[in-house]
């Protein structure tokens, strides 16, 4: 049975490890789907959906904006879970994006 779109980003997105981030526009590269930013945010906005939990906190951006902040339970949830995981952020911004960024083209 063929994979969705929104269920190969939920798969992707579980690769991405603990103290790391990625955007939208990385996980559509990585699934060869470069211009489809925008529905790897909509898979992330239903990621709560999902059968099994997505760690939808580390997918920001290509900025570090926690721009999908207000699609969790609490608006401080996102930031609060990647502060647990040792990333730092600063007015809805992560700090040093480039040395936390996980890039699927090049990681996997």
Known sequence: ????????????????PKGRVTSYGAIAKGLGSGGSARMVGYAMSNAHLAAS?????????S?????????FSEPNLMQELL???GVVVKDDKIQNFKKHFWDPLVEL
């Open 1 to 16: 049975m063929e994979q969705s779109f929104y269920d190969q980003v939920f798969e992707l997105v579980k690769l991405i």
């Open 53 to 61: 939990p997505i760690p939808a906190h580390r997918v920001v951006n």
């Open 63 to 71: 900025s570090g904006l926690l721009t999908g902040k207000f699609h």
């Open 83 to 85: 502060e647990k995981e």
